[in-house]
């Protein structure tokens, strides 16, 4: 079985459920542990990721993210710090869905470091129910349930997220289908904190990223420290050519972020889907590892456009469709514009 780097207390749980379904001849496993908050997945026996919700956290993720190499690609903190790790940002964990300013709440920004006299001001997100578990050869499937509470206690917004886990040559696959609907009035004010994000590995970090002070959407600074970048080699690239840097507050249909650690070369693809509201999305994504897709943000990117302000009336729903490819090489961006292509024709 191959080592997966910086898998820390996780791996004993991921591992047994693994060697016990590796018997069975392998394929994509997801093995529900509700008892322990948390559902494993893993494929050929070797993990790939888990849905979690431990109590650290306000809201649920995956995490981590691995490779069909047994590469770990996110970073640690604040679940499993690793030395070396930038610490900014303890709201970053994993792979994640929210948003900084629904109704005036956020949702994106919150953790236990917020202040007590803050507090009312941030949202949670709370699972409520796995609705069911598949696996399967080459794909699993894990359909759960939740819901969007404000600081002041109110749900404004249910969520059913189906998540498909793909197995293929050389790269994993996510596809999350994510409905919300609106138990009151729910509007998503322009904001760049949003919506799809994940905090990836020191080494996919930008080699130019020099740190600085960054300002959430109420004003609240968070300075992310200067660091040793020797190692890192993150290079973003979008669908419209844009690279490195100048990716953040840029649209397109998809971006990927490319390094190395050692010989290894690992790619993360995430594809925005038509149907979503807001494509092509903003890409809020920064050289100190947030990779981020922000459809409903607008006037925040490009200050010569109106405001978004997404909107769902009580019962609306809305549905937004991401695909998140972990590949274990490099790409050429014909090889995306081609994986887009398909990924655009799939309803759900």
Known sequence: MRSVVCMGVLMPAMMLGAQAYAATGGGVKVAADEASRRVDITIDGEPFTSYIWPTSLKKPVLYPLVDDEGVTVTRGFPLQPRPGERVDHPHHAGLWFNYGNVNGFDFWNNSDAIKEENRSKMGTILETKIVSTKSGPTRGELVVESVWVTGQGQRILDETTRYVFLKRAHERVIDQVITLKALDR????????????????????????????FMDASGRPTKVASADTSDATGVYLTSEGVKGDAVWGTRGKWCTLTGHTGDHTATIAIFDHPKNPGYPTYWHARGYGLFAANPLGRSIFDASQPPFNYTLDKGQTAVFRYRVALISHGVAAEEMDKEAEAFAKEDD
């Open 186 to 213: 729910a509007v998503f004010n322009d904001d760049k904190e949003g919506l799809l994000g994940m905090r990836v590995a020191k080494w996919l970090e930008s080699p130019t990223e020099k740190g600085g002070v």
